[in-house]
């Protein structure tokens, strides 16, 4: 037989290129402390089960304490034939404790440990995640409370529309990063739920106790089904969907900034730390940390795609085809830290030119504050739309704005129009009367960063 943890059937020694083909130490290394303290916990509920005693448990538990060290320190060695995480760890056990470490692994499978190590890993991210969203959303309310009063064009069809606050515009986006936070938080239990004592398919003949090992290792419950503990990769699937619509609402962010910063718009002005020159363009400031925003979603909706895709198809319980999902995971999660980390950096150091938010405000913005104005006169909404937009085209027939047209003009196109009407021809106005529950009022505004600080204070 080879040397090879499995290999006592075997007579045939794998060929090299199938050795590196199938091998994932080279990124599953990183959960290593994770299948420690998997192991671990395993050792004890063995010994708790009357498969170890309590000395052999104390052992393993040390010894597996020493690789951690190993780890730890970066001197772990690999040896040829660490096929993974398991079987390099298990390896290092015997060698240090002997053959005892050879006890470890009854009744479990890598399958049940595998997907073990990597729920616990991926609950120690999405909360490293969460924490960094929360620091966005932080930095958002604090801008948004402090640059309340400036005004900017608000666009459908990124078209002028109508006057909104610049912190209208910011925690809108904050909204959805928001939800984006409580998807994450509300996987957090379907991730934290223990396969381990599934063995490899149909359940653990030594009755280790599977609560006791599930509180050992902080997870919420155990997977109720042996079969689905190693079967499936929804976990993974619905940690990077959360993060991929993040980073979705990231990038329509960052579009809009890019905007903004471009020459004609001028509203905003990256800060030196999250931008590029040109090496040909001496005048060139180029948004880059936005554009690798906007790109970086592209990438992640596209590790969601291959995890879908590995998943589709395999027949039930475990398939080596899940192998493939790590590598899309650990891209996923090391992307979204760095979008996260980075959007944060862009937004609290990014200048802004209320100046030219100002004047990009143009009078055909108030046409529909032209026709409430009649309406509070008791004229039909329907009918004061067609009223205000002949108003419109007047004054785009003689070339002039909205602001120009007289009372006597206004009065041409309906009689109720008097002189009062010149109150309408105020931006400021136009985002005040939009009170209500998430308009783009100072009372609106603020109160929807209130509420954001009191669920960042929840939760
Ligand atoms: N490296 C493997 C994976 O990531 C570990 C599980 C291997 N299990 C097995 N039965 N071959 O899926």
């Given amino acids: 037989s080879t040397k090879k943890l499995w290999g006592g059937r075997f007579t045939g020694k794998t060929d090299p290129l199938m050795e590196k083909f199938n091998e994932s130490l080279p990124f599953d290394k990183r959960l290593w402390a994770e299948d420690i303290k998997g192991s671990q916990a395993y050792a004890k509920a063995l010994a708790k089960a009357g498969i170890l005693t309590q000395d052999e448990a104390n052992t393993i538990v040390t010894g597996l304490g020493t690789i951690a060290e190993e780890w730890k320190a970066g001197a772990f060695v690999i040896k040829q034939g660490d096929e993974d995480i398991h079987t390099a760890n298990e390896r290092r056990l015997t060698e240090l404790v002997g053959s005892v470490g050879g006890k470890l692994h009854t009744g479990r499978s890598r399958n049940d440990q595998v997907a073990t190590d990597y729920r616990l890993w991926l609950v120690g991210q999405v909360e490293v995640m969460r924490a960094e969203v929360a620091e966005l959303l932080r930095v958002a309310a604090d801008r948004s409370e402090a640059e309340v009063d400036v005004l900017m064009p608000g666009f459908t069809h990124l078209q002028n529309a109508m006057t909104v606050r610049w912190s209208h515009w910011l925690m809108c986006h904050a909204a959805a990063w928001q939800r984006d936070d409580m998807r994450l938080r509300d996987l957090l239990p379907r991730v934290n739920t223990l396969p381990l004592g599934s063995g490899a398919l149909a359940g653990n003949p030594f009755l280790v106790d599977r609560q006791f090992i599930a509180r050992e290792l902080g997870m919420v419950g155990v997977c109720p089904n042996s079969m689905d503990a190693v079967s499936d990769r929804d976990f993974v699937i619905e940690t990077i969907f959360a993060a991929s619509l993040l980073c979705t609402h990231l990038s329509r962010w960052a579009e809009d900034l890019i905007i903004y910063s471009s020459g004609p718009f001028g509203y905003v002005q990256c800060s030196d730390a999250y931008a590029t ?183």
């Fill in 277 to 459: 020159g040109s090496s040909l363009m001496p005048q060139k400031k180029n948004p880059d940390a936005l554009e690798l925003i906007r790109g970086k979603g592209g990438r992640v909706a596209g590790n969601l795609m291959g995890v879908m895709a590995v998943l589709k198809g395999t027949p039930t319980t475990y398939n080596k085809d899940f192998q493939e999902c790590w590598e899309l995971l650990f891209d996923t999660v090391d992307t979204v830290h760095d979008v996260v980390r980075i959007a944060t950096g862009v937004l609290s150091t990014i200048r802004i030119k209320p100046d030219r938010m100002k004047s990009g405000l143009s009078a055909d913005m108030l046409a529909t504050d032209l026709a409430e104005y009649l309406v509070r006169k008791g004229v039909p909404f329907r009918e004061t739309h067609h009223h205000s937009g002949a108003a419109v085209k007047m004054a785009e027939d003689r070339g002039c704005t909205l602001f120009d047209l007289s009372v006597a003009d206004l009065k041409t196109i309906h009689p109720l129009f008097t002189e009062d009407v010149s109150a309408v021809w105020d931006f400021n106005r136009s985002a005040e009367m939009r009170d209500t529950e998430g308009g783009t009022s100072r009372r609106s505004v603020l109160e929807q960063v209130a509420k954001m600080r009191s669920y960042l204070g929840a939760e």
